[in-house]
């Protein structure tokens, strides 16, 4: 129960934190009265999920349902994460429900449930071989860590490779940037010029997320060849053509400083130690599957303590992209601060951004700083007159 209340008051904390905002993003009033009471919820929510979750993992492990399972490894696996993915439903309902009522999603709920089928099976085909050949490996080899290790970190890579050209495109659809918006590709090409890089026009994207969202969003997705930029159409039809650039001159930032095979080598290392220490937590029993909620209680545990280390790095990586992005604007723009302060105004008050979080709350679960920081830091950033290598 300890461990209930602890999650309990990280929630409560940020419901307090809420109900002090003052403005720093300037929204219209019911915007704001939106976007607070939104956050609000879904960071209360993220914390309650975390509770829930080891909550649940052990009372798998007071009641003993790995043992009282009547099969064997691979038949205890799949059960004790279906026990768990299930038990998550009502929450991941009440997620979508908030997006649905804040008017950030516009799926229905047919088609929301069949992504929650999709993702839950895509991550059992995934897990379970793996945890079955850990098991496996463990029972026949002393240092078993060492090779679970690397076939985790190849798994992982694999999977990174994989995501944009097999996963993605089961959840939504994607077409070439050039195919709706070839006026566009000049333009990005300026912005690639100004990079110094070359980026294929086929490797941009455009994701058709306004069937599913109103949200605006573009990211860097894959590695190697696999590798390419996604814009969504929602953020096409938002922004201007200008703004569009800069959008994509931040994301031109993500693939020059390599960010994704950085991201993958330090996971990489962190999971070596990671690895590791699970092999000393569960010691004899790490052949057992039904040693299973143990494993998973210990992931689960150091995974939430992780998160502001892990969210951190993401957030320092999301800021060298946006030096990056002021250096690329430089000369494209009559303004580049204005603009790309612009850009972090329209995106938050589309996607209903916090106007001012919790300063424990950005700590522990932003990935990007807080765009009131992100404009602040464009709009006196002196762009150095060349692009930056880091």
Known sequence: MSIVRTFLLLAASVAAWSQSTQDELRYSPERMRMAVELRTRTQTLHFVEAGWNI??????????????????????????????????LPLDLYRHSLALRYGLSIQGWGSWLW???????????????????????ARRVRNWWIWVWAGTVAVMAAV????????????????????????LIPKLEQVSARAGLHIPPERMFEMEASEKSRAVNAYLTGFGSSKRIVLWDTTM?????????????????????QHVPKGLALASIALLFLI???????????????????????????????????????RWQEHQA?????????????????????VDLIMADTNLEHPRPNPLVVSWLYDHPPSAKRMRFALHYIPAGRLIKF
Do not use: C
């Open 160 to 183: 990174t490779f994989l995501v944009p050209i097999a996963v993605d495109p089961m959840f939504n659809h994607f077409r070439p940037l050039s195919e709706r918006h070839a006026d």
């Open 322 to 342: 946006d030096i990056f992005e002021l250096e690329a604007m430089n000369g494209l723009a009559p303004d580049e601060g204005q603009n790309s302060a612009q």
């Open 55 to 88: 909550a649940l993992i052990v009372l798998i492990l007071r009641l003993r349902v790995a043992s009282r399972i009547r099969a064997r490894g691979v038949v205890v696996i799949a059960a004790i994460l279906a026990i768990i993915a299930v038990a998550a």
């Open 237 to 257: 039809a938002t922004l201007t053509p200008q703004q569009i650039q800069t959008v994509f001159a931040h994301e031109a930032g993500h693939y020059v400083l």
């Open 276 to 314: 590791y220490a699970l092999y000393r937590v569960l010691g004899r029993d790490a052949g057992n599957p039904a040693s299973l909620p143990k494993a998973l209680l210990f992931l689960a545990l150091v995974g939430f303590l992780s998160e502001p280390a892990v969210n951190g790095y993401s």
């Open 115 to 137: 992504d929650w089928i999709k993702g839950n099976a895509l991550g059992a085909a995934v897990a379970i071989p793996l945890l079955a050949a850990g098991f496996a490996l």
